[in-house]
């Protein structure tokens, strides 16, 4: 399955390169941050997808790697967000040198999720709750995207090549993940980590 993880990976990185290189504005200068950002946060939503998949067939192999991989994406997201955030990257969410309600929300809604997916780490947490923190992580995940892009996702003229913000693809995948997981059965231990 690494193998798998390192396909999506380069994926969402040619998807964040030319989305927002190749048609938008941003420099190749910025691909080791502000790009590879968007693609780690992109791998992770899909990550999390593959895992809600993995949950719902009871595959628990599936599941522990594509949960464990997305948990690990998010936190690497978090530690290169934390670095760039600033009114250079990110003027829309800032009003003067502090947040506006946007970019309080959008981070407020994004370290509720993180803070999930970090309790979901113990190994000692019943199948029910291990559930339960899942689809509140990934409802957690669908308010920060949502928070963060709404505002670019209906104006499809000024999407860029007329790729989907990556923001919209990843609110996409957590409803599908949220679906998921409300739909499967209570694992058995067999799928626990």
């Not at 927002?20 to 190749?28: H, I, P, Q, T």
């Not at 947490?125 to 709404?150: F, K, N």
């Not at 090549?161 to 679906?179: A, E, N, V």
Request: overall charge positive; some cysteine; glycine content about 8%.
């Amino acid at each position: 399955m690494i193998r798998q993880l390192l396909t999506v990976l380069l994926c969402t990185t040619t998807y964040a390169v030319m989305r927002y290189a190749a048609f938008g504005d941003v420099s190749l200068t910025h691909l080791p941050g502000y790009l590879m950002n968007k693609s780690i946060a992109l791998a992770a939503a899909v990550s999390l997808f593959l895992a809600s998949l993995g949950f719902m067939r009871t595959q628990g192999d599936r599941y522990r790697f594509w949960s464990r991989a997305g948990s690990h994406l998010v936190f690497v997201h978090v530690l290169l967000s934390l670095v760039i955030l600033s009114k250079g990257y990110f003027a829309k969410w800032f009003e003067g040198d502090r947040l506006n309600l946007t970019g309080e929300g959008m981070l407020l809604m994004g370290v509720l999720a993180v803070y999930c997916f970090w309790r979901l780490a113990a190994d000692e947490i019943l199948p029910a709750v291990r559930r339960s923190l899942t689809t509140l992580a990934c409802a957690l995940v669908a308010s920060h995207l949502l928070i963060m892009g709404y505002g670019g996702w209906l104006q499809v003229q000024k999407w860029h090549g007329g790729l989907p913000p990556i923001t919209l693809l990843g609110f996409c995948l957590m409803l599908g993940s949220l679906i998921s997981f409300l739909r499967a059965k209570v694992p058995s231990t067999a799928t626990e980590d």
